[in-house]
């Protein structure tokens, strides 16, 4: 069965350093979002993309997150400098329709 | 503005019994409502997804229900297993054009 794959699994890094996260998608799935879900809470959208198009990315924190899909099919996010409060886990989906299939996810711990 | 709330925010049952989730939301313009179930340090699985013209969903021992007017929702987990343990997610959509509202979940431990 086709899965959504993301690395790293964990990551721990010190604040201001810079850090990225890769997603694969379930192949054929146009639509990509990047989540960050912390500990007790539901997860927040953080950017969507249709193909290589961004189509919401009301919630992404520009002045550090980056988010790409440049061909359309995998995708890294990107948080540079890194802070203390950006610890949390990093979920990517993709979706055919309106079930979105979800990877692992990246649990970061910024120190 | 959408809310999602689930009350309790966890919730320990003897392995057999039969038990309900439950998924509040403020705005009952909703397009479809969906049930994740979230296993420790892991992504989230789609269980069940109940369009808005759609009174309940079941899948295997999982029933979910929706009430639009009360802007209530219900998973009902039938002669519960200790692999049932997990937090369970609703989510709600405003619609096919918007993005999904989270409630924070139900954590549930299945004692055997």
């Known amino acids: 069965e086709a899965e959504v794959a993301q690395s790293p699994r964990y990551k721990i890094t010190e604040k201001s350093q810079a850090v990225a996260f890769w997603c694969d998608p379930i192949s054929g799935h146009a639509t990509l979002y990047w989540y960050r879900q912390i500990l007790g809470q539901g997860p927040e959208l953080l950017v969507q993309f249709q193909d290589e198009s961004v189509v919401d990315d009301s919630q992404l924190p520009k002045d550090r997150f980056s988010a790409e899909r440049l061909k359309g099919v995998d995708s890294t996010l990107k948080i540079q400098p890194a802070e203390l409060g950006d610890s949390a886990m990093y979920l990517c989906?993709?979706?055919?329709?309106?079930?979105?299939?979800f990877g692992p996810g990246t649990r970061l711990l910024v120190l | 503005k959408q809310e999602v709330t689930q009350i309790p925010a966890a919730l320990s049952v003897p392995e057999g019994e039969n038990l309900v989730l439950n998924c509040s939301f403020t705005d009952s313009a909703i397009y479809n409502l969906q049930w994740f179930r979230q296993d420790p340090g892991k992504g989230l699985t789609s269980l069940l997804l109940?369009?808005?013209s759609q009174r309940e969903q079941t899948s295997g021992r999982l029933n979910a229900s929706l009430d639009k007017s009360s802007g209530r929702s219900t998973l009902y987990i039938a002669a519960s297993q200790p692999g049932d343990s997990a937090t369970y997610l609703c989510?709600?959509?405003?619609?096919?054009?918007?993005?999904?509202?989270w409630g924070a979940g139900t954590k549930l431990i299945i004692k055997p």
């Open positions: 989510a709600v959509r405003r619609g096919s054009n918007y993005q999904l509202i």
């Open positions: 109940i369009q808005s």
């Open positions: 989906a993709s979706s055919l329709d309106e079930t979105q299939y």
